[in-house]
Protein backbone atom coordinates (compact mmCIF):
# COMPACT_ATOMS: atom_id res chain seq x y z
CA UNK A 1 0.00 0.00 0.00
CA UNK A 2 1.33 3.48 -1.07
CA UNK A 3 2.18 5.85 1.45
CA UNK A 4 1.49 8.97 -0.32
CA UNK A 5 2.41 13.02 0.86
CA UNK A 6 0.89 15.90 0.92
CA UNK A 7 2.62 17.27 -2.29
CA UNK A 8 0.87 14.03 -4.48
CA UNK A 9 -2.89 14.26 -2.32
CA UNK A 10 -4.66 16.51 -4.05
CA UNK A 11 -3.98 14.42 -7.54
CA UNK A 12 -4.16 10.74 -6.05
CA UNK A 13 -7.83 11.56 -4.78
CA UNK A 14 -8.87 13.75 -7.88
CA UNK A 15 -10.49 10.57 -9.55
CA UNK A 16 -12.62 7.65 -8.59
CA UNK A 17 -12.91 6.49 -5.06
CA UNK A 18 -10.04 6.81 -3.06
CA UNK A 19 -9.57 5.42 0.97
CA UNK A 20 -7.18 7.50 2.61
CA UNK A 21 -5.68 5.86 6.17
CA UNK A 22 -4.42 8.39 8.24
CA UNK A 23 -1.85 6.79 10.48
CA UNK A 24 1.40 6.61 12.78
CA UNK A 25 3.85 4.26 12.92
CA UNK A 26 3.83 4.19 16.95
CA UNK A 27 0.24 3.71 16.67
CA UNK A 28 -1.23 0.19 17.61
CA UNK A 29 -4.19 0.21 16.45
CA UNK A 30 -3.05 1.78 13.20
CA UNK A 31 -0.71 -1.57 12.76
CA UNK A 32 -3.64 -3.88 13.87
CA UNK A 33 -5.35 -2.02 10.60
CA UNK A 34 -2.97 -2.47 8.17
CA UNK A 35 -3.54 -6.26 7.25
CA UNK A 36 -6.85 -5.66 7.49
CA UNK A 37 -6.30 -2.62 4.77
CA UNK A 38 -4.14 -5.00 2.49
CA UNK A 39 -6.86 -7.87 2.43
CA UNK A 40 -9.66 -5.01 2.02
CA UNK A 41 -7.50 -3.88 -1.38
CA UNK A 42 -7.24 -7.06 -2.49
CA UNK A 43 -10.95 -7.24 -2.73
CA UNK A 44 -11.61 -4.17 -3.46
CA UNK A 45 -8.74 -3.85 -6.40
CA UNK A 46 -9.73 -1.93 -9.63
CA UNK A 47 -13.30 -0.70 -7.51
CA UNK A 48 -10.92 1.76 -5.58
CA UNK A 49 -7.57 2.72 -4.36
CA UNK A 50 -5.93 2.69 -0.57
CA UNK A 51 -3.27 4.87 0.58
CA UNK A 52 -1.83 5.42 3.32
CA UNK A 53 -0.57 9.35 4.86
CA UNK A 54 1.48 9.18 7.66
CA UNK A 55 0.58 12.02 10.15
CA UNK A 56 4.07 12.59 11.58
CA UNK A 57 5.61 13.13 8.64
CA UNK A 58 2.41 15.26 7.05
CA UNK A 59 0.93 17.21 9.40
CA UNK A 60 -0.47 19.83 7.61
CA UNK A 61 -2.56 17.09 5.76
CA UNK A 62 -3.79 15.84 8.96
CA UNK A 63 -4.75 19.32 10.20
CA UNK A 64 -6.42 20.06 6.60
CA UNK A 65 -8.77 17.45 7.63
CA UNK A 66 -9.38 17.99 10.96
CA UNK A 67 -7.21 14.31 12.03
CA UNK A 68 -7.74 14.09 15.62
CA UNK A 69 -6.80 10.54 16.43
CA UNK A 70 -5.35 7.76 14.51
CA UNK A 71 -6.08 5.45 12.74
CA UNK A 72 -8.54 7.76 10.98
CA UNK A 73 -9.88 7.06 7.30
CA UNK A 74 -11.33 9.15 4.76
CA UNK A 75 -12.99 7.83 1.92
CA UNK A 76 -13.02 10.43 -1.13
CA UNK A 77 -15.29 10.21 -4.41
CA UNK A 78 -14.23 12.31 -6.84
CA UNK A 79 -12.31 14.35 -4.30
CA UNK A 80 -14.49 15.38 -2.05
CA UNK A 81 -14.72 13.44 1.18
CA UNK A 82 -17.66 11.60 1.44
CA UNK A 83 -17.38 9.18 5.22
CA UNK A 84 -14.75 9.12 7.64
CA UNK A 85 -14.21 6.64 10.36
CA UNK A 86 -11.76 6.47 13.62
CA UNK A 87 -10.22 3.48 15.46
CA UNK A 88 -9.56 0.10 14.21
CA UNK A 89 -12.14 -1.44 12.33
CA UNK A 90 -12.67 -5.19 11.43
CA UNK A 91 -13.06 -6.27 7.95
CA UNK A 92 -16.25 -6.67 7.42
CA UNK A 93 -17.39 -3.33 9.10
CA UNK A 94 -15.14 -1.68 6.85
CA UNK A 95 -16.20 -3.68 4.02
CA UNK A 96 -20.11 -2.38 4.41
CA UNK A 97 -18.70 1.47 4.75
CA UNK A 98 -17.32 0.57 1.54
CA UNK A 99 -19.71 -0.96 -0.23
CA UNK A 100 -21.99 2.52 0.30
CA UNK A 101 -19.68 4.03 -1.89
CA UNK A 102 -18.85 1.73 -4.81
Excluded at 11 to 16: D, E, F, K, T
Excluded at 26 to 52: H, Q, T
Excluded at 82 to 88: E, H, I, K, V
Aim: proline share 5%; aromatic share 6%; net charge negative.
Amino acid sequence: MKIINKSEFDSVIAQGVVLVDFFATWCGPCKMLSPVLEEVAKEVEGKLDIVKVDVDQDGELAMRFGIMSVPTMIIFKDGQPMTQLQGFMPKAQLMNELKKVI
